[in-house]
């Protein structure tokens, strides 16, 4: 793999040019490939400016947006003359103009899940506009049937982004916040959908619920958006979270169990700014994919909405939690992020001229052939009017700063990385681009199933009935694996009260905080000013103080199922240090063990218990 900072672009040598319609691409004369000839091969056909001629926005924060004009397609295979069909027109029409992403597939390829929006009403509000569902398609009966049947339950908030847990169940994000609001409708307060922390947009949630579309159970509680989960060959779920609490502090990668538990920052707090081709880049964590070899697949995106090309990249989340910084014990060196190697390709999003073309989507086959379905446009510029393709040019007519790349023309092709081999699989109008694409194979690396944990046994059944939580942190003075007290002696002696009085300990009680959700303009308006000095801050309860032991130890019962931060305060109730910056949330039961602290420019692992440094304290024994 090559390393992603600094490299050079590298020009493939032409094999063979297919001229025509003035694309060229390198192909070889191939046997036919078995994935070619048995297995159905889905993708999107998406207009890029279907209404008023607007160009489609792609905005990662806002998820819901709606881009019409897509339709979904298969073929029974993958060769570029076989016939597609047009599934949604059965459905909706082929004139309705309605927008289709986000497709996943079981691991014994007979079924195919994505989420749909069906057209635009005309002279209706907004907030009675469609929403986005979740749709099915099943190999066998050749079927497209939407996964929760009742449409008023279908339509009571945004579905996007479906994947298949190894027991049947359907995991997504969710802007239902089901039990979100049934909380805030025992606490007293309205019942709203709440916003994000920028209080632009409907704030999405981990959500999971039964094949029939049953059983719809909230998952995880971030006050901004927890989105694109990807259940791992583990059978944990990893998903993108934007980490809004004070500031931005972007879209960073997190780990759950499918139950809920065990939720964690897994990677990216540190890692937003990376220099590519000699340009300092800001990105964001989003839309993990697996490889059958287990490492995790991300296509970078810029930030500029209607950039649409993508960089592939591979994130080594095994033993790291930033792109610089390893985990305590895993004793790797230099980067976590590092590109894709494809063939003699080099993907980026720059908006230059791609001589190799550019890259809108990558799904690797579920199997260990090193092949990829690749939404790809050909490098093509325009002269005189004319569009050419790159591979017709000379040398000298490519380094001519006034080339204009063509509008995009992302056609599907079957890429075979292991013998540098590509294959045209489906093509398009211009004005139009194929993008998203999933091939209906059986996968050779079936998911582990995990288990819900058990009251009882894993989680506490007394935390569980008072549906509430446990904090457990070791040592509020064990700052990333070291004692912050050492210069007073150390934990050993602030333990010691006849060495150090109660009124000299310098932490003295832990306060719990939680975050409320943003209710929308309808229900209140809130003005800046109503949030105090800073409005970062938004809305806030504070739930409870602990007394801190004199080792630093404290263990505190919290509500189950909200977003809390916790602070350390003086003997004045004053906060020591910066503020706690990750919303924690706990499932009723469950205990959250922590190290110690960590400071705010500190880039050492925390947060994620299998990257920190070892515990300096035993910590907290006993009850509450």
Not at 524 to 542: C, K
Request: net charge negative; proline share 6%; charged share 20%.
């Amino acid at each position: 793999m090559r390393p992603i900072l600094g490299y050079n672009i590298i020009m493939l040598t032409v094999i063979t040019l297919l001229l025509g319609c003035n694309t060229e691409t390198a192909i070889k004369d191939e046997q036919p490939d078995p994935v070619v000839v048995e297995y159905p091969v889905a993708y999107i056909e998406r207009d890029l400016t279907a209404i008023d001629g607007a160009p489609a926005q792609f905005a990662i924060l806002n998820p819901a947006q709606f881009n019409p004009g897509a339709q979904l397609l298969i073929k029974r295979n993958a060769f570029a003359d076989s016939p597609a069909t047009n599934l949604t027109a059965s459905v909706f029409g082929e004139d309705e103009l309605i927008d289709i992403r986000d497709l996943s597939i079981s691991d014994d390829g007979q079924q195919m899940l994505m989420a749909i929006r069906a057209p635009e009403l005309e002279g209706v509000d907004d907030d009675e506009q469609p929403s986005w569902n979740i749709w099915r398609y099943s190999v066998a009966s050749q079927t497209l049937e939407r996964v929760i049947k009742n449409d008023i339950t279908a339509e009571q908030g945004d579905d996007l982004m479906p994947s298949f847990l190894p027991d049947g169940r359907i995991v997504f994000a969710s802007t239902r916040q089901r039990l979100s609001r049934a909380i805030l409708l025992d606490e007293g307060k309205p019942q709203y959908t709440a916003l994000d922390e920028s209080r632009n947009t409907e704030t999405f949630n981990i959500h999971v619920m039964d094949p029939d579309g049953s059983s719809i159970t909230q998952l995880s509680f971030n006050l901004s958006h927890d989105f694109y989960p990807l259940v791992l060959q583990s059978g944990q779920i990893l998903y993108s979270r934007w980490d809004r609490m004070g500031a931005d502090h972007g879209v960073n990668l997190y780990r759950m169990n499918p139950d809920g538990t065990n939720n964690e920052l897994v990677f990216g707090w540190h890692s937003h700014q990376l220099s590519l081709e000699g340009q300092t880049e800001s990105i964001d964590f989003v839309k993990p994919q697996q490889l059958p070899s287990g490492e995790i697949l991300m296509l970078l995106t810029s930030q500029d909405n209607t950039v649409i090309q993508k960089r592939p990249v591979l994130i080594n989340i095994d033993d790291y939690i930033d792109a610089q910084q390893a985990t305590a014990n895993s004793g790797a060196q230099g980067s976590a992020i590092t590109d894709v190697e494809l063939a003699e390709f080099s993907f980026s999003f720059s908006t230059e001229l791609a001589l190799r073309g550019r890259l809108n989507h990558l799904f690797p086959l579920p199997d260990t052939s090193q092949r990829y379905l690749m939404s790809w446009d050909l490098c093509r510029v325009v002269i005189n009017d004319v569009v050419r393709a790159c591979g017709q040019l000379t040398a000298e007519q490519l380094a001519d700063e006034n080339l204009i790349q063509a509008d995009p023309l992302y056609e599907l092709w079957l890429l075979n990385n292991a013998n540098n081999t590509q294959q045209l699989v489906a093509t398009t109008a211009p004005g139009t681009i194929l993008t998203e694409s999933v091939v209906l194979q059986p996968s050779s690396q079936p998911k582990a199933f995990i288990a819900d944990k058990i009251v009882g046994n894993e989680l506490d059944s007394q935390l569980s009935q008072a549906l509430a939580g446990a904090i457990h942190i070791r040592s509020v003075y064990d700052f990333d694996g070291v004692d912050s007290t050492a210069n007073a002696g150390g934990i050993s002696r602030l333990s010691d009260p006849s060495q150090t009085p109660a009124a000299n300990l310098p932490a003295r009680f832990l306060r719990i905080v939680r975050g409320v959700p943003m209710p929308p303009d309808d229900v209140r308006d809130i003005p800046n000013t109503d949030f105090g000095r800073s409005n970062n801050q938004l809305m806030r309860e504070i739930i409870g103080y602990s007394p801190i032991q004199p080792d630093g130890s404290v263990k505190i019962k919290v509500p189950a199922n909200v977003p809390l931060a916790i602070s350390v305060l003086d003997i004045n109730g004053q906060r020591i240090g910066g503020r706690h910056r990750q919303w924690i949330t706990l499932k009723p039961g469950e205990t959250l063990e922590c190290v110690g602290c960590h400071t705010a420019n500190s880039s050492l692992p925390h947060g994620r218990l299998d990257a920190q440094a070892a515990s300096i304290n035993s910590g907290a024994i006993g009850g509450f």
